[in-house]
């Protein structure tokens, strides 16, 4: 049973240019997690989603980011015209439904670097 | 809303040694409690949680944390630290009602002969 894939694991991209970060989670996991963690800090929270649905959007900063999770196929972060400031370490975690208050599996991550 | 504290940002420890790493969280409402760890590029494991029950709670790879209501704590400890430990260990909190984690800042325990 594979645990939560993301890719790319490192992703460099030139200021302006758009980031596309992938998360399948774990099978019979249909809730989705979006951390980021920039240099020296720990995991800040940014989006909780169900299939094609955003529960909490919360952490998301207001523009340039966004996320999906479409009925088929792995969740979306997406962050349009990146700046260095969005260099980081980005985490996808999943869980079941009957469980998603109790902890759950954290993919590898994709380390984003703007150039 | 919650928040964790973790005093330490960084602990030195001897291999073999006991070593303890703090965690004070603040919420006005009941909360889970975690210790997840990270070892160099990869990504968070699950070290132990607490839900309910019994304040003593054990996880793997020998590590256990005691919840303690009136302190609002839930310290990490392991009796006798390997090379391998060497890691970041991050505490973490959530509210029945909300799935999302809010972590601390991260105790990064170096271990060395």
């Known amino acids: 049973n594979a645990g939560v894939m993301q890719n790319p694991r490192h992703l460099v991209r030139r200021r302006g240019q758009e980031a596309r970060l992938r998360c399948s989670p774990m099978?019979?996991?249909?809730?989705v997690y979006w951390y980021r963690q920039l240099p020296e800090e720990g995991l800040k929270f940014m989006v909780y989603?169900?299939?094609?649905?955003?529960?909490?959007e919360s952490g998301m900063p207001k523009e340039r980011f966004s996320a999906e999770f479409p009925k088929e196929g792995p969740s979306i972060l997406r962050i349009q015209q990146v700046v260095r400031g969005d260099s980081a370490a980005y985490f996808c975690a999943s869980s079941p439904p009957s469980t998603a208050n109790y902890g759950y599996t954290f993919g590898s991550g994709t380390r984003l670097t703007v150039v | 809303a919650q928040s964790v504290t973790q005093l330490d940002s960084q602990v030195p420890v001897f291999e073999e040694a006991p070593v303890e790493l703090r965690c004070n969280y603040s919420s006005s409402v009941s909360v889970y409690l975690f210790w997840y760890v990270q070892y160099p590029n990869q990504g968070l494991q699950l070290l132990l949680k607490y839900l309910s029950g019994s304040t003593l709670v054990k996880g793997i790879n020998g590590f256990e944390a005691e919840f303690n209501k009136s302190q609002t704590s839930f310290h990490l400890r392991k009796p006798s630290v390997h090379i391998s430990d060497t890691a970041e260990y991050f505490c973490?909190?959530?509210?029945?009602?909300?799935?999302?984690?809010?972590f601390g800042t991260g105790t990064r325990l170096q271990v060395t002969l």
């Open positions: 099978k019979g996991h249909s809730h």
């Open positions: 973490a909190v959530s509210t029945g009602t909300a799935s999302k984690l809010t």
């Open positions: 989603l169900q299939k094609e649905n955003i529960i909490d």
